[in-house]
Each structure stands twice: as C-alpha cells, then as structure tokens.
C-alpha cells in the first residue's frame, strides 16, 4: 500500500507570492490533517478534512487555506507568502473513520522556503 | 485547552543506554489518546505508540515502554539499550474530540542522540 504523498518536496518562493501544495493520502483514508513544522514553534496544527469538509481548524490567519476534494486528496494554500512561512509542511491521513485516536500517518512534508 | 510538553529540548546518551522521555499533558475531556511518534532525518513521522485514556497499564513492547499516569497527567516513553538508529526526535502527542472532528497536537519534540 502506497503511502502518504506530498508534492512538491521542495520550493523556494519569494515574499508576497502564494504557493500550493498537494497530498494524497492512503488508499482508503478520508481524513486528512495539515501541519507546519518549524524550528521554534514545533508542529503546529493547520486544519482537518474529512470527506471533502473542513472539521477542525489551527490558530492561523486566512492566508492559510485548503481544500480536499472527492477522492480525498488534498491541498493546501499559502497566499502572500511571509518570511516566517517558510517550515516543513507535514501531511497526515489517517483510516476511513476519522475518528479521536485514530493513529497519523505522515507523508515526508514540502519544505517551503521563503526569500 | 489541549497542551503537551516536553521538557528535555535534547538529550544525548551512550549506545546501550536506557533513555526515557518525559510528557505532560492539559486536557479537559476525559476521553483522550496518547501517542509517541518518531521524526528521523528523513523528516517522516512514525507511529510508534498509542495509550487511550482509560487504559493506565503500562507495557513493554521491544525496546520499548510506556508509563501513563493519569495523576500526573504523563505519558512517559523508554527505550531500553538504545541504539545508534534510534537517533531522531520523538513527539508526543494527545488527541481528544473537538466539535465536529477530532485534532491532534503534538509537544515540541525531545531530540535525541544516540553515539555509539
């Protein structure tokens, strides 16, 4: 079974562009998590979809978006991009249910860097 | 409000040492899990265990074992005669019901070294 897959692996932007990142989940799963991994604050929580809906939502502004689409895949979008968006952005699934306890499976992450 | 911490930044051990690393958790619900996850340099995060709230036995699996307490609100994990390979950063992690879905937060991730 594939894994979690994240695209792209790498990107490099400059301040004030937006940026899309994709992931497609485990066959099968239909919740998919988002985080920002950065040196100083750690993994923080973005936001939660589960069958195309938004459930749950991070402490981040507007700028930060994202969508899942029928098949489970999932983006996420970064718009007027700032200095301190640059951090690994991890992807996570998790099985059918979505449900609390339900183990994260983790894609390798975009690391997105800002100039 | 959900809060994991994790208080040892970094820790550096000897190959074939014991290590444990320390987690404190804040909830307020009283259906809960907790987890440890493994970051090795290929930035992956792994599962490694899972405790739900009302399952305080502890185990051992491998090299691996875990001491909930719900008392003190920890979750610790150990790695007994650690080895080079288990070099990476472990998070801790709690997940509890929010409206409409369920998150998970993670603490900032204890870093160890493992020299041989």
């Known amino acids: 079974k594939a894994g979690v897959t994240q695209t792209p692996r790498y990107l490099i932007k400059t301040r004030g562009q937006q940026v899309t990142l994709s992931c497609s989940p485990i066959?099968?799963?239909?919740?998919v998590s988002w985080y920002q991994q950065t040196p100083g604050q750690g993994l923080q929580f973005l936001f939660e979809?589960?069958?195309?809906?938004?459930?749950n939502k991070g402490n981040f502004p507007g700028r930060f978006s994202g969508r899942q689409f029928s098949n489970s895949r999932s983006e996420m979008n970064v718009s007027t991009l700032e200095l301190g968006d640059s951090a690994l952005y991890l992807c996570?699934?998790?099985?059918?249910?979505?449900?609390?306890?339900?183990?994260?499976?983790f894609g390798s992450g975009t690391q997105l860097s800002v100039l | 409000a959900q809060k994991v911490t994790q208080a040892q930044t970094e820790i550096s051990v000897v190959e074939k040492e014991d290590v444990t690393l320390d987690c404190v958790y804040e909830?307020?619900?009283?259906?809960?899990?907790l987890f440890w996850y493994k970051q090795p340099p290929s930035g992956e995060l792994v599962f490694l265990i899972r405790?739900?709230?009302?399952?305080?036995q502890n185990e051992i699996s491998g090299r691996y074992s875990w001491n909930f307490q719900k008392s003190t609100s920890s979750f610790n994990f150990t790695i007994t005669a650690s080895q080079v390979v288990d070099s990476a950063v472990y998070f801790c992690?709690?997940?509890?019901?929010?409206?409409?879905?369920?998150?998970?937060?993670f603490g900032a991730g204890t870093r160890l070294f493992v020299k041989a």
């Open positions: 996570a699934s998790s099985a059918t249910q979505g449900a609390v306890g339900e183990k994260l499976f």
């Open positions: 066959s099968g799963h239909r919740s």
């Open positions: 979809y589960f069958s195309e809906t938004q459930r």
């Open positions: 909830t307020r619900d009283t259906t809960y899990y």
């Open positions: 405790r739900n709230s009302f399952d305080e």
């Open positions: 992690a709690l997940s509890e019901l929010n409206t409409g879905g369920f998150k998970t937060i």
